[in-house]
């Protein structure tokens, strides 16, 4: 899978960002610009799909907006149920599950996002999933930025699969070494489609 094709088709900036999820970070990417022309992507989703494939998934969960445009291609791959993860109202990084006839105790989930930074909306896909009684058995992004390849292994305990990857910095808003040395944020990256922080 060629990295940098997967990474230019999400146009990144480099700057200070406020990514709408109490992280900031130095590059935004234009995630909607991901799904512009889905016969781009096609490629990458069947890439993603092979990946989970070997964890025999029953289910795959995509956090809404884009995760869950890229996780319902991949769950149609793998001829699976999809399920869309839900913003909690008043919360920033907490997402539910609708509930399924009889449930998804014991069904193995693959979670997938378009972009993984800090981390923060797979985190809390995990964390429903889990709550639910389903058993989390990979995660699957066309991007990786920053350290999200070696945190999604170490601290939410699932194999990891990206299409592509890019180095970025990101950090919790109020430790932000950026906003320390008065560096202002970069204007026109306030519309939340940023790349989740790596952690999510």
Known sequence: MESSEVV?????RRGHFDLGTGYH??????LDALFLRPA????HVEWLAERLREHSPDAVCGPLEGGAFLAYAVADLL???FLAGYRSPGQATGYHLPS???GIGGWR???VDDAVNAGTAVAACLRELRAQGAVPVAVA?????????AMVPA??????YPAGTMPSRAWPAPECPLCADGVPVTPGADDGRSAPPAGR
């Not at 230019?8 to 990144?12: F, M, Q, S, V």
């Not at 992004?141 to 390849?149: H, Q, T, V």
Request: no cysteine.
């Open 141 to 149: 992004a066309l991007l990786a930025l920053g350290e999200a390849n």
């Open 25 to 30: 970070g130095d590059v935004w990417l234009d």
């Open 155 to 160: 601290r939410l305990g699932v194999p990891f």
């Open 8 to 12: 230019g088709l999400a146009r990144p």
């Open 100 to 102: 399924v006839p009889g």
């Open 79 to 81: 001829g699976v149920a």
């Open 40 to 43: 781009r992507l096609r490629p």
């Open 109 to 111: 989930v693959a979670v």
